[in-house]
């Protein structure tokens, strides 16, 4: 046994405790607070398991990062040879063939309209990097994104989401971005008319809420871009890589946009990846002289390891037919899981693609005493009545699609069995029902919850 496996050994059944002292003691709060304190041991493909050995079914997915499965053998091998060969990574004054192996693989895969990788750490950094290379290449300054979009917690990216939750209290934020509705093409003319736009950046499916695009939109995005010589940005950082049964989700939509931001699942869940792909005009309008040879990226973003694991990546998903599958399973899911809709007084709608897969909740028909306090006390938080006994009673690891929304949200990685989406819609029908009858001990959890999550009121600083 080695240092790290004595060190875990020793410390692990402290990992609650040390995070709330050195780390973020608010979420380890909400974590004992809702019962999703758990004391986890180890991981495998599409399972977690807990120091008493209790097996869960992961439908998380670390947000969408696990799409190969968790602690993927194939992926580890490829990490550790990487690591046996004692490469001259990160030169920095050089170049390597793995980035570029990387590079000529996505591109490979990719649209015909972009023709250039730039390499970063992480997703909200590819979207800067749109952002900040959009704006150089059209000599333009605004930027337009759709409503309930998300694409990242820095600055920029933040700059460009609407969700007060997240943005409100660190205003303000850059100048020059605007939202407009989604899947509205009409007031996306009304902006880009004005010429001035530099992108508009817009998820293929939006994560928040799993909002699907209505027939046409996002190709009318596109047309209306090219017309008005504003840059078609796609943020494929959640829809990527398989995730909605295509490799990237624009494929649905036959989409030859300008800019692609991919990450998360590029990673194989190990050493985090991002990039942006982008169009020859584009890099050509940036990288356009030996002076500007270095106008933007990132010291360890291309380093071997990241490399590694994005090329090992998509050698999985081509060998084990991960796309594939997940377009067969995300079908088999919306067909179990649709008759909710007309089966439960609570269930307003069910929606996927692939297996990025949604449901939502509604007040029942005739109204709801019960439901008007919940909302009341917090907006959204009927699907905790869900998505805590999934967790609690069958194990399973699921999420809210975001703050005030009553949707229940699924990212599984995409090595999920058939037994494994039985496991899942066996424990949600029999959670709904349970949670559509509103009992008093459940609903009293729920509003604890709710009052312990909330944000103290801050004292007013006097002179």
Partial sequence: MGWLSELVEQRGAEALDLHAQTINPQFVKLLRTIGFDRRWARAEGAYLWDDEGNRYLD???????????????????????????????????????????????????????????????????????????????????RVLSAEQGFHGLTLGALSANTSPEFASRFAPLLPGFSQ???????????????EDVALFIVEPVQGKGVNLPAEGYLAGAQELCRRYGTLFCVDEVQTGFGRTGKLFALEHWGLEPDLVTVAKSLSGGYVPVGALLMSAEVYDGVFDSLPNAVSHGSTFAPNDLAMVAGLATLRELDEQGLVERSARLGDMLLERTRPLVEGSRVVRDVRGLGLMWAIEFEEPEGGSRTWKLLERIQPGLFSQLVVVPLFRDHRILSQVAGHGLNVLKALPPLVVTDDDLDWFVSALEETVTKAERMPRALVRFALQAARAGRAPRRRPVRA
């Fill in 59 to 141: 439908m998380l997915g670390g947000f969408g990062m696990f799409n190969v499965g968790r602690n993927n053998p194939r992926v580890r091998e490829a990490l550790v040879e990487a690591l046996e060969l004692e490469r001259p990574g990160s030169v920095q004054l050089g170049v390597d063939v793995l980035p570029a192996l990387l590079a000529e693989e996505l591109l490979r895969r990719a649209p015909a309209s972009v023709e250039r990788v730039l390499f970063t750490s992480s997703g909200t950094e590819a979207v800067e990097a749109a952002l900040k290379l959009g704006r150089a290449a059209t000599g333009r300054r």
């Fill in 180 to 194: 407009v509705p989604w899947n509205d093409l009409e007031a996306l003319e009304q902006e880009l008319a004005r």
